[in-house]
T-cell receptor
Framework: AQSVTQPDIHITVSEGASLELRCNYS??????LFWYVQSPGQGLQLLLK??????LVQGIKGFEAEFKRSQSSFNLRKPSVHWSDAAEYFC???????????FGQGTRLTINP | NAGVTQTPKFQVLKTGQSMTLQCAQD?????MYWYRQDPGMGLRLIYY???????DKGEVPNGYNVSRLNKREFSLRLESAAPSQTSVYFC?????????????FGNGTRLTVT
């Protein structure tokens, strides 16, 4: 069965600093991978997704993620964070698309001014 | 605007009470899902419906029932609420026409069981 681990429960970075959120997955076949963001009191919004092709994928709000099969990782990055990026971020893995996605525990991002 | 609508937004129940969480979508998506979100646990799938007329258990179905009333609506029922069901519940939809299409989420229902 697939599983997802986000090792960092909470990360704090300064505004303007770079960001990397870690995600490791376990899945026997080629995974479908997603990053979602959740602002307080809101549902989850898709940031980006990977299913095949170029291993570096671009998403909304200036985020990108890199799929590394050898490391079973799909880390999320942003070169320079903004105060509005403060939110909770979820990595998810699915088989053949989004059906029955498995989510990681989430990483809460705090931005220092 | 197209989207996923959940009602109510907030609910407080006493142990043993019942209630139904409603979800409606106007995205014409085939699949619908109910997740619960708990601190440190991420989102866990309760039930899903791959298409109208079908429902299947997810990871944590105990204590819940669902009804796929039609293509638009997918409700989640708690017959006898327990404090362990205190959580934030999210409905999501998915278009199965493409394997890589994402889930679309509602804004959640925050349920407290005392």
């Amino acid at each position: 069965a697939q599983s997802v681990t986000q090792p960092d429960i909470h990360i704090t970075v300064s505004e303007g600093a770079s960001l990397e959120l870690r995600c490791n997955y376990s899945y026997g076949a080629t995974p479908y991978l997603f990053w979602y963001v959740q602002s307080p009191g809101q549902g989850l919004q898709l940031l980006l997704k990977y299913f095949s092709g170029d291993t570096l994928v671009q998403g909304i709000k200036g985020f990108e993620a890199e799929f590394k099969r050898s490391q079973s990782s799909f880390n999320l990055r942003k070169p320079s964070v903004h105060w509005s990026d403060a939110a909770e971020y979820f990595c998810a893995v699915g088989a053949e698309g989004a059906q029955k996605l498995v989510f990681g525990q989430g990483t809460r991002l705090t931005i220092n001014p | 605007n197209a989207g996923v609508t959940q009602t109510p937004k907030f609910q407080v129940l006493k142990t043993g009470q019942s209630m139904t969480l409603q979800c409606a979508q106007d995205m014409n998506h085939n699949s619908m899902y109910w997740y619960r979100q708990d601190p440190g646990m991420g989102l866990r799938l309760i039930y899903y419906s791959a298409s109208e007329g079908t429902t299947d258990k997810g990871e944590v179905p105990n204590g819940y029932n669902v009804s796929r009333l039609n293509k638009r609506e997918f409700s989640l029922r708690l017959e006898s609420a327990a404090p362990s069901q205190t959580s934030v519940y999210f409905c999501a939809t998915h278009w199965t026409g493409a394997n890589n299409s994402p889930l679309h989420f509602g804004n959640g229902t925050r349920l407290t069981v005392t």
